[in-house]
């Protein structure tokens, strides 16, 4: 299968190129190149190609001639998105859509898109489905609910979304993100020694690791086109929603010495416990692999073996909002994050074997 990935130089997509192309998918990466200077280990794969360009951008001849597009290109998290709500809805609701818009006049048959359970929000202690209410807190997790809305109302018989809505990752890329909870208090844990929550930790989160989303996608990719169809799923494992005291704790038992603290209920109300057993009984060939324990173990042998300094984990391009706003403050990108014209120049549109070409 011909496979267009965006965000393919992401978290996520770090991740998740290296996999299909293990199971015999040609891949194609496009990623406007935000979060490059990130990379915590590894090496870029040399022979991927990659097009260098804002989704915002795309037009029709960037998607034709795919079997399927795995839409990861966003500006993802919540602090992020609450950075500039406005630019958050340009990009990832009317970017996004307007990218499925082009992918079904181009003929791609498949487009999967990778929602999150944010769209759940706040919720008690009940667990939540697909067919449950939604109830974002966010622009982030409101820009979800309308680009599902949206390109579901798009499908037809020549054009097949399918919406992941995976729980909130975790585990070691070489792109890494430490603003997501799980890698967080780990690299707290192994620069500090002390993991000090600001709330009480009560609050409910499903936690997924990012290889087992990587394999949520591709089995919807070799999935029949009718067990897919418009369908949402969550991605993860019901077993694997914990409080995030019980996650705390996880990290700390995984990293000799560390200790925990709690703090008091804060105005972060996000919490949501998530049902995944539609994704099994649907995608039988799906299973989540690793539990936080398994990740928290990963993180710490990786941390180990790169002796991993505090300035590495501060290091911005690891954090989403961190990164965006030194782009901006250097003058990089524009207030609507567009490449500057100097930049731009020294940018690229694609890169092959490792060497960055026009």
Known sequence: MNVLVTGSDGYIGAQLVPLLRERAHRVIGLDTGFYRDGRLYGRVLPTLTRIRKD??????????GYDAVVHLAELS????????PALTFQINHQGSLTLA???????????????????????????VSEESPLNPQTAYAACKVLV???????????????????????GPSPRMRFDIVLNNLAGLAWTTGT??????????????????IGEAIACVLEAPREAVHNQVFNVGNTRFNYRVRDIAQIVSDAFPGCAVTLGTADQDNRSYRVSFEKIHACLPRFACRRDAEVGARELYTLFRRLGMSRDTFEFRAYTRLKQITHLQATGQVDEELFWQASAA???????????YVA
Do not use: M
């Open 55 to 64: 989704i915002r951008r795309l037009t029709l001849e960037d998607v034709q």
């Open 77 to 84: 998290n919540d602090p992020l998105g609450e950075h500039s």
């Open 101 to 127: 818009r082009l992918c079904k006049a181009a003929g791609v048959p498949r487009f999967v898109y990778t929602s999150s359970c944010s769209v759940y929000g706040k919720g008690s202690d009940e667990i």
């Open 148 to 170: 599902e809305r949206d390109v579901r109302a798009l499908a037809d018989d020549t054009f097949s979304p399918t919406f992941l809505r995976n729980a909130t990752a975790f």
């Open 195 to 212: 993991i000090a929550l600001t709330s009480d930790g009560s609050p409910w989160r499903p936690l997924v690791h990012v290889l087992d």
């Open 345 to 355: 120049a020294r940018s690229v549109i694609r890169q092959r074997d490792g060497n």
